[in-house]
C-alpha cells in the first residue's frame, strides 16, 4: 500500500481556492426564487489543516460549513444574495464570498463568529475570488463587465478594475505572485471566421493591466476552471472543444463536440497542448473542476456531464506531452503536437475514470487519498478515493434534507446531463451553457439544409416568441427540445424528459443588464430608445419581447440564403449574446448597424451621427 497523500497547500492555497470557486450560472439567480429549498452547490474550499470544507449553495444564498471527519454539516451561514464563489484568508480566520447580483458583492465571513462582518461593492455578477499569498489583496471576476475587481483588503474597498475577454469565471494567482490568469469562459471572434476560440487572459497584478492573453484550439469554448501544478509550473483548464466546422450528421467519436484539458506554460505564459479528456467511444461531457494532489502526482477534473471524475498520471501526462513535442510518435494519431488535441487515446494507459454517485459534480477538491466534488443536481457532497491502490467507493454526503425534484428542476438537471446522450459526447447545456445562452459559434445544423451554418441562439423566452430557429425551420421552443434529443444528441427520451426541459426553459428570464444605471437606463440610452422608435427599429423589435415573430429579408442573407426572410430575434439581453446576425458576423450591436447596414435594410442608420449610432447600441445594449 502506498501511504496516503499528503495534505498540504503551502504556498498553492489561493490557487486551489481559486479554481475550486467556480462560476455561478447567472439564470439561476430566477431559479433562486421559484425553488428556495435547493442549495445547488457550486463552488468549493479546504482548510489547510483539512478538517473543513466550505461549500457555496448558489440557489440557497448560503455558506455550508462541511466537517470531514465526521461527514456532517457543521454549520451553515447565510447571505443577502446567491452564493457563487469563495476564497480563504492565509490565516484561516476569514472566508470571501462572492454574491452573484447585478449589483455584486463580496461578503466577507467571520468564521469563527459565522456571520458576515462586511461587505464590498464590486461588479455585475463576481465569480472565482483569490485572494493573494500574503492576504493583503483579493481579485474577483466580474463577469458580466468582463473585468477583474481588485480590492485592497486592509481598506475593505475596490481600488482597481482590469479588463479581460468575455465572461471571466475563473482565476489562478501564479506562485510569485505577478500574474493573475483568467480563464473566460466565451470566444469574442466573429463566428463566421476560421477560427473562433476562447482564451486565458493575463493580469500584471503590480501595473494592474492586462498583459497579454492565451489562445486556445479552435473551437474551445465553456471554460469552467483554471488551477496550478503545486509547483507552481503549469496552469490547468477545462474546456470544450467543439468541431463546429463539420455538419452536424452524426456524433460518434467526438464529431460535434468534445471535452478538453488546455495546458498552459506558467513560466513563458503559453500554451503547452490540449489533451482530450472524453475516450474513442465514451464522452467526458462537460469538464469542470480541476486540482491536483498535493504531492503532484494526480491531476483531478470533474466531469460534470458524466457524473465522474477523470484521474491523470501527472507526470505520465507530461512526460507523453515533452515526447511528442520532441518528435516521437507517441500514439497511433499523434506524431506531432499539433496532433494531440484530436487525439481521443491519448491518455489510455495514463486516465482512471470514477463515477461519483450524486449529479452533477462541479468544483472540485482533494484532501489526502479523496477527492471531493460539489453535486450540484442533488444537493450533496461527493466522495472518492482516488489512490490506485484503494476502490474508489464513491459516496454522497447529504448537505439538507433532499427535496422532490419539481417538473423545472428536473427540466433544469436533464438539461445539463450528458448521460442520456449517444456515447455521452455532449448535453443540452454543451451548447446552451449557463442556463441555455449562446456559446458563440456557428453550428451546421440540418434543420435547414446543410452548408449553411448558423449562429447558436440563445433560449431564453424562446417558448414565448415562436419560431425557434433563425430561418422558422421549427414552429416553436417545444418541437426543438424534441429535435435536439433526436438529430444533436442522438438519442430517443420519453416525452415526460422534453416537458420537464420545456417547463425548465420557461422559467428562465433575462438577466439585468451591465448597462444599466441602478436598474434603469442612462441618459444616453433614453436617447437611444427614441432614435430606436425613429430609425424604425421597433417595427420588426417592438416591446414587451422586441420581437414581431415575423419574418423578413433584412439583407443580410448571403449565398444561396440570399434574399431569405429571417426572423427577427430578441433584442432581450442581447448584450450577452454576440456574436450577431443568423451567421455571427457581427461581433457587435454597433457593426450591425454601420458595417452590415449600408442600405438601411435593418432599420435606417446611415444617416445617423456617430453620437447617435452610440446611443442607439446603449439603448440596445441595456436591454
Known sequence: MHALIPFSFGRTASWMVVCLALTCFAGALNAAEAEPDYLSPIALAADREGKTLYIAALTAKQVVCFDAASGQVARMISLADPASGLALAPDGLKLYVTGASPEGQVHILDLSAGKVTDSIAVGHTPVAPVVSADGATLFVCNRFNNNVSVIDLAARKEVARVQVSREPVA???????????????????????????????????????????????????????????????????????????????????????????????????????????????????????????????????????????????????????????????VSDVSATPGDVPNDLSFLVGLRRRLSVTGNGPRALAI???????????????????????????????????????????????????????????????????????????????????????KNTKSLVLAHETPPTTVTGARPNAEASVRAGFQFIEFAVRPEEDAVAIDEYLKSLQPVPSPYLVKGHLSAAARRGQEIFKSAGCAICHPPPYYTNMKKYDVGTGIGREKGAELDPQTLLEVWRTAPYLHDGRAVTIKDVLTRFNLENQHGHTTGLEERQINELVEFVLSL
Not at 230 to 256: F, S
Not at 272 to 292: E, I, K, Q, R, S
Not at 374 to 396: C, H, Q, R, W
Open 367 to 453: 484532501m489526502g487519498s479523496k477527492a471531493y466534488v460539489t453535486e450540484y443536481f442533488t444537493d450533496s457532497l461527493g466522495v472518492v478515493n482516488i489512490s490506485p491502490d484503494m476502490a474508489p467507493a464513491p459516496k454522497s454526503l447529504a448537505l439538507g434534507p433532499r427535496k422532490p425534484l419539481s417538473q423545472e428542476r428536473q427540466g433544469e438537471m436533464l438539461f445539463h446531463d450528458a448521460q442520456y446522450c449517444f456515447q455521452k459526447w455532449l448535453s443540452c447545456s454543451s451548447c446552451h451553457p449557463d442556463e441555455s445562452r449562446p456559446d458563440g459559434l456557428n453550428w451546421d445544423l440540418l434543420n435547414d439544409g446543410i452548408g449553411n451554418p
Open 171 to 329: 482565476a489562478a494567482l501564479t506562485p510569485d505572485g505577478k500574474y493573475l490568469l483568467v480563464a473566460n469562459q466565451l470566444p469574442t471572434d466573429p463566428a463566421d471566421g476560421s477560427y473562433v476560440a476562447a482564451v486565458v487572459s493575463i493580469v500584471d497584478v503590480a501595473a494592474r493591466k492586462p498583459a497579454g492573453s492565451i489562445r486556445l484550439p479552435n473551437g474551445s469554448n465553456g471554460l469552467r476552471a483554471i488551477g496550478l501544478s503545486p509547483d507552481g509550473r503549469y496552469a490547468y483548464v477545462t474546456h470544450i472543444l467543439a468541431r463546429y466546422q463539420v455538419p452536424t450528421t452524426q456524433i460518434e467519436r467526438g464529431w460535434i463536440a468534445t471535452d478538453a484539458l488546455s495546458v498552459i506554460d506558467v513560466a513563458s505564459r503559453s500554451l503547452l497542448n490540449t489533451v482530450l479528456l472524453d475516450d474513442v467511444d465514451l464522452g467526458a461531457a462537460n469538464p469542470w473542476g480541476v486540482a491536483c494532489t498535493a504531492d503532484g502526482r494526480f491531476l483531478c477534473v470533474a466531469h460534470a456531464g458524466t457524473h465522474e471524475i477523470s484521474v491523470i498520471d501527472r507526470t505520465k501526462l507530461h512526460e507523453k506531452l515533452a515526447r511528442v513535442a520532441a518528435g516521437e510518435k
